[in-house]
């Protein structure tokens, strides 16, 4: 099993431009979540999801969409990228039945927009 | 409102020198604390689930207590290998849903 993938690893966005990040993971998992960590900060909930087609804002949606089409993927949206989407972004995946804090997060996607 | 802190922000030890780690809560009903690892330039790392207090977990040199208002993370006799910062987090909500809320976490860092 590859786990929860994230890519890009790095991007560099300029002001105004638009990008995806894509999440996939393969243990059949049916929540799926995005966050991101700022420096010094703990994790903050952007998105999440319940199951295919199925999704809801978590405590820092603004700036951010998503949609959840199959149960392996889990794209995030930056529209109009703002310098205070600066971050790291990490998705992440738990499976139904088991503990609410057992989440399997992928490697993170650094993203600078300046 | 529900709020996880934790201190200290930064600790170093010397190999072998056993220290421990907090994570206070505020939180309504609560339904879990979760520790994780995180090494840097990684995603976190699930360590352990407490659900109650006075309920204990080890893993290795770690160990994780529970009590009303706090959680510790007890590190024995630590080596480099351990070097890593250690997040906690709680649900946030009711229902299944997952969403937690993270702590600012500890930077553990540990000398040979």
């Known amino acids: 099993n590859a786990g929860v993938t994230q890519t890009p690893k790095f991007r560099i966005l300029k002001i105004g431009q638009s990008m995806t990040l894509q999440c996939t993971q393969d243990?059949?998992?049916?929540?799926m979540y995005w966050y991101r960590q700022d420096p010094g900060m703990g994790l903050k909930l952007i998105y999440y999801s319940v199951g295919a087609g199925i999704t809801d804002k978590g405590e820092v949606p603004n700036g951010y969409n998503v949609s959840r089409s199959t149960t392996e993927d889990f794209p995030l949206r930056l529209e109009l990228a703002a310098p205070s989407q600066t971050s790291v972004y990490f998705c992440a995946s738990r499976a139904a039945g088991g503990s609410l804090g057992e989440q399997y997060f992928g490697p993170g996607t650094r993203l600078t927009v300046t | 409102e529900d709020q996880v802190t934790q201190s200290p922000e930064a600790l170093r030890l010397q190999e072998g020198e056993s220290s421990s780690l907090n994570c206070s809560y505020t939180v309504s009903g609560l339904r879990g604390l979760f520790w994780y690892r995180q090494d840097p330039g990684k995603g976190p790392e699930f360590l352990f689930t407490l659900y109650s207090a006075g309920e204990e977990k080890e893993k290795e040199r770690l160990k994780a207590t529970l009590t009303k208002k706090e959680s510790f993370l007890h590190i024995t006799a630590p080596k480099p290998e351990d070097s890593a910062t250690y997040l906690c987090a709680v649900p946030h909500g009711s229902g299944n849903t997952g969403k937690l809320i993270f702590g600012q976490g500890t930077t553990l860092q540990v000398k040979p």
């Open positions: 243990m059949n998992h049916n929540y």
